[in-house]
């Protein structure tokens, strides 16, 4: 019998422009925002049409994986929980529990460890759990090492490349992002950075790369100061130095399209570098690709007990009573 399922967590979006004041009340623990703050947001979403495709895309990827383990011989339920909407975490966990299992693998679909942002998912989970004494949680605090996960990154970097100009390709700036943090950060030694540095450095050493830089986006507009150097800044920068450069943006930071891709790079980002005259390409969002989902299997499959031959990717059995 099933006693493990898993559990993808992500940021949450909400489900249409009536419940964006909603979903920022919630992302503030309850502290309303300021109407001009909530009109921006409702404008950066209608620009992508109104809604982010970030739940559909989490679903899909849920299901692949699941289907992906139950074919390795991996029995088992991929459930999907949002932070910030729904699905809520706190939700799906008493239905994982009311299908029966015992035990719950739990992963964020982000691959870089902070406090601040995968120390929210645990303790949503956490709270999720508190009252369910029987469930047993292994959670995944960062997979941001996985060679699967740098080789799928990799891919993506190269099928972007081909997209420019053949004379152009040995001379594009490749940009690794992700999403920025509120500076105090640094102050609790946190890994974001480096973790993320090496990831790039990772994809880059994969693909041959020399030169690359890395910088922070979607940093929110408040009194603190967040990481930098911001995206725009990086490419200002570049069209000061050399107007017509040819820049790849490589969000390693995020796994789906959703507002921080959807806007902040391939609108914001790209009206930004037209008007310094650069070309902008940026790669893939990993969202469903085989490859990404296999990363993904390899991650949770490394928690599971398995009483049962699965087959790797390539293509071998295996069996083990112990953790896999």
Known sequence: MRDTAILLMAYGTPSAEDDIEVYLTDIRRGQ??????VEDLKNRYRKIGGRSPLLEIVKAQAAALEELLNSQGVETRVFVGMKHWYPYIREVVPQIAAAGFQRIIALALAPHYSRISIGGYRDALDKAVRDLYRLQV??????????????????????????????????VT??????????????????????LHESC????????????????????HSGEKWLGPDILEVLEEIGRKSTGASVLIVPIGFVADHLEILHDIDIEAQLFAKAHGLILNRSESLNTDPKFISALADIVRKRFVVTQPFKTADGLSTRSDTNV
């Open 32 to 37: 309303r925002s300021r109407p001009e703050m």
């Open 201 to 220: 450095r990772a994809v880059a050493d994969l693909l041959g790369i020399k030169s690359w830089s890395f910088a922070y986006q979607s940093g929110r």
């Open 138 to 171: 292994d959670f995944i605090e960062s997979w941001h090492d996985h060679p699967s996960f740098h080789a799928a990154v990799a891919q993506n970097v190269v099928n972007a490349l081909n997209r420019f100009a053949l004379e152009k390709r040995n001379k």
């Open 174 to 195: 490749v940009i690794f992002t992700a999403h920025s943090l509120p500076e105090r950060i640094l102050e609790w030694n946190d890994p974001y950075p480096e973790q």
